[in-house]
């Protein structure tokens, strides 16, 4: 079955900026999606079609995608964005079904 | 408001038979397909399967094929999963969520989301 391989943590410190990885080999084909997951709380959606930003979302949220690696990046990193985070897309096969990569932790020093 | 609200917790002995369910409001309920995603305890998300109201065309993944069943009466804007046989291993929160404009947003993003609901299951 497809898999999309996150780093399982990265951590930062206020103000830097952090950069979290997803890779896979239909992601050159395939749209891929970022979700936060604060702890309690159900996913929100920061990043869809690679790069873009939905409504509501924070500037320094950005998405970017080479070859089979698509990066999450938050500039200046706060406290509260301290959180998991997981990309999504498909297989080359076609839209569906999607999957989710296994979600990176990041953490705020 | 555009939201989805889910059914309360539920603690389940195996081998029992559970249906959970989400019920949209606020928005077109026929027009956009819902999804459900399991999230064991500690673990990370899995996609689970979408339905499209409208039509109640269906698509599991691979993972979960055989294992629930994801339907939609839009008569009354609300999306199920359900479990003929539950085991331990179905412990986990399931979240609904909507998939967004597809002209818009892709075919993949998942704008809203209900706020779980946590199963249980043990003798």
């Known amino acids: 079955s497809y898999e999309l391989t996150q780093p399982p943590s990265v951590s930062v410190s206020p103000g830097q900026t952090a950069r979290i990885t997803c890779s896979g080999d239909a992601l050159p084909k395939q749209y891929a999606y970022w979700y936060q997951q604060k702890p309690g709380q159900a996913p929100v959606l920061v990043i869809y079609k690679d790069s873009e930003r939905p409504s509501g979302i924070p500037e320094r949220f950005s998405g970017s995608s080479s070859g089979t690696t698509v990066t999450l990046t938050i500039s200046g990193v706060q406290a509260e964005d301290e959180a998991d985070y997981y990309c999504q897309s498909a297989d080359s096969s076609g839209t569906y079904p999607l999957v989710f990569g296994g979600g990176t932790k990041l953490t705020v020093l | 408001e555009v939201q989805l609200v889910q059914s309360g917790a539920e603690v389940k002995k195996p081998g029992e038979s559970l249906k959970i369910s989400c019920k949209g409001s606020?928005?077109?309920?026929?027009?956009?397909?819902i999804g459900w995603v399991r999230q064991m305890p500690g673990k990370g998300l899995e996609w689970m399967g979408i339905?499209?109201?409208?039509?109640?065309?269906?698509r599991y993944s691979p993972s979960f094929q055989g294992q629930v069943t994801i339907s939609a009466d839009k008569s009354i804007s609300t999306a199920y999963l359900q479990w003929s046989s539950l085991k331990a291993s179905d412990t986990a929160m399931y979240y609904c969520a909507s998939l967004g404009e597809w002209e818009l947003l892709g075919p993949g993003a998942f704008d809203i989301w209900g706020q779980g609901t946590m199963v249980t299951v043990s003798s």
């Open positions: 606020g928005y077109s309920f026929t027009s956009y397909w």
């Open positions: 339905i499209y109201p409208g039509d109640s065309d269906t």
